[in-house]
């Protein structure tokens, strides 16, 4: 196959947990000594290419999260290396990250920017984002003003449009009522359909085997099992079970 | 490639995640995450304006209305209240004592410290009301410190327009005011690297920006600003020049006071150099240490 999209290797993830606050303040300047930590990422390997879909199924606490945070750039590994080569959109917390003086056509220079877009191509894709949100004349108000629906339909609305190359999405996603939910699973879709690798979490199993071909089964950390959706999912099943 | 050790931090000092082109050499982290950047900066930092001043009635104007009543309290106390300090006499190295008003010489030195103030201990602040951009979103998060920065030195202009036209009326005009585009700058760049150290460490531990804040409320009467810091006998002359307050203050008078080129005192300057050096690097350093770490704590 060609060159793998996003590649992880040994990656581990140690989180501290500070006895208190003296602590904390003490780790600024020295290592500590024996702190209580939290590993959320064990030795993870595992490589995407470009075109795949990739569910990540586990239980809450097993690292899903972590996992996504570091893909879309936000987290960082202790050790290990992280590759991702190409535009990540995640459709995780849609109204986070906005600037809420700005309006809504600024905030999305701001998202094109720190993506790496040029000026030119977010012009392009402006109107497209615009109308896809469903905003209007509110485009130019500030994002403090928008309701929550509004803002969560301009973030979904963004991250579809960029063309990403990486579409990251977590199922429990809220993107308000029902008409709009559709147009969104079905922008999904297309995504999907026009040869977009795709992340999809959730803890939903018919949806996953719906999506993705293969999946992740993650455990406290660890990679339990990767491979075809349907053996991932009897393994996760089976796991569920022994509790 | 390198091995993870067993219960450590794998390195504290590590880069070794690459993701979209940052990393790199730790030297330049700071530099990859403006590139590209500038006008989503001044465009954040007008933003940063507006938050700051909307919903009030007189709105920006509170920008001077503060810092006016700051000056008046500190001029009733000391001209009216304690009657002794009419004049300032300063000893510049000249054959002659300067001499000039207390009020004059207090504007001048008060106005970059009302800049200072905001910058250290709002400055520390920052990453922490921003978290929503650290800890949500991918972002070049040493941006912050930059537009939050700009938006301050944006009020900085205002005032400092409001004092020259003072200083054109009581002192005058002279070239020596252009030394301003060199000590304004300096200042800003200065305090932006001091926040690369604390902004980060203030996230980390809030005991450590509590302790900024603290030290802050005493500096003021440390520094040279109601009193000249040249005035001391003996080492505690040498000591103030240390404090890199000082430097702007007394550069400021430089520029609209004293009418005295900025590398007259080479002691003074190449003592603020090296600070200046120390304070750039050690920022790099702990900005480079905490990044990766802040979206964990935050």
Redesign the interface.
């Known amino acids: 196959m060609a060159e793998p999209i996003i590649t992880f ?2 990656v ?1 993830k ?3 947990l500070y006895k208190n ?2 602590a ?2 003490k ?2 300047f020295f ?1 500590p000594k ?1 702190p209580k ?1 939290n590993k959320a990422l064990n ?1 993870v390997s595992f490589e995407i290419y470009r075109g795949e879909s990739v569910g990540i199924v586990g239980d809450n606490g097993a690292g899903k999260s972590t996992l996504l ?2 893909i ?13 080569n190409g535009k ?1 959109a ?1 459709l995780l ?1 849609l109204t ?7 309006t809504g056509r ?1 905030n999305i ?2 998202k094109g ?2 993506l ?1 877009l040029e000026d030119e191509y977010i012009k392009k894709i402006e109107e497209s984002i615009i109308e896809f949100a469903e905003l209007g004349d509110y485009i130019d108000q500030p994002v403090r003003t928008y309701s929550s629906g509004m803002k969560m339909r301009l973030g979904f609305a963004i991250n579809v449009n960029i063309e990403p190359d990486v579409l990251v999405v977590d199922e429990a996603l809220a993107v308000g009522d029902a008409s709009f939910k559709r147009k969104c699973k079905n922008k999904i879709k297309d995504i999907i359909a026009a040869g977009t690798t795709v992340l999809y979490v959730s803890h939903n199993a018919s949806s996953v085997k719906e999506i993705c071909p293969r999946s992740i089964f993650l455990k406290k950390g660890t990679i339990i099992f990767d491979g075809p959706t349907e053996e991932t999912l009897k393994v996760y099943e089976a796991a569920k079970q022994k509790k | ?4 050790r067993k ?1 450590s ?4 000092f ?1 880069h ?5 082109g ?1 990393g790199g050499i730790p030297l330049f982290t700071i530099f990859n995450e403006h590139k ?2 500038g ?2 900066i001044f ?2 930092a007008k ?2 304006l ?2 700051t001043y ?1 919903g009030a009635v007189i709105g920006p104007l509170w920008a001077v209305v503060k810092p006016a009543f700051t000056i008046f309290v500190y001029w009733f106390a000391f001209s009216c209240g304690i009657k002794t300090l009419k004049a300032v006499n300063i000893n510049l190295g000249g054959l002659e004592p300067f001499s000039t008003d207390f009020f004059t010489f207090m504007f001048i030195g008060i106005i970059p410290w009302f800049f200072i103030q905001d910058s250290i201990t709002q400055g520390a602040k920052t990453l922490r009301t921003n978290r ?9 998060v040493s941006t912050i410190l930059t537009y939050t920065g700009l938006s301050r030195l944006f009020v900085h202009l205002f005032l400092i327009a409001i004092m020259y036209v003072y200083v054109i009326f009581k002192v005058g005009v002279s070239w020596y005011n252009l030394q301003f585009f060199f000590y304004c700058p300096l200042m800003f760049m200065f305090f932006l690297a001091l926040s690369w150290s604390t902004a980060p ?1 203030s996230a ?5 920006e509590s302790l900024v804040v603290s030290i802050m409320s005493g500096v003021f009467w440390l520094s040279g600003i109601m009193y000249d810091s040249y005035g001391f006998e003996g080492p505690l002359k040498y000591v103030m020049l240390f404090n890199p307050i000082n430097f702007f203050v007394n550069g400021y008078r430089n520029c609209f006071l004293y009418n005295r080129p900025f590398f007259e005192y080479k002691t003074e300057l190449l003592i603020f150099l090296a600070e200046f050096l120390v304070i750039f690097f050690l920022g790099i350093f702990n900005y480079n240490r905490l990044r ?1 770490k802040l ?3 935050l």
């Open positions: 290797k040994n581990s140690t989180y501290i606050d003296q904390r303040f780790a600024l290592k024996n930590t030795d945070k570091m879309t750039g936000v987290a960082f590994p202790d050790c290990g290396d992280i590759t991702v990540v995640a917390e986070a990250g906005f600037s809420m003086e700005m600024e220079y701001l920017y720190i790496g | 490639m390198f091995v993870c219960h931090f794998c390195d504290y590590s070794s995640a690459n993701i979209n940052q590209g950047f006008k989503q465009l954040l933003n940063e507006i938050k909307k929503q951009f650290i800890t949500k979103v991918k972002f070049p460490m980390f531990s809030k005991d450590f990766k979206p964990d704590v």
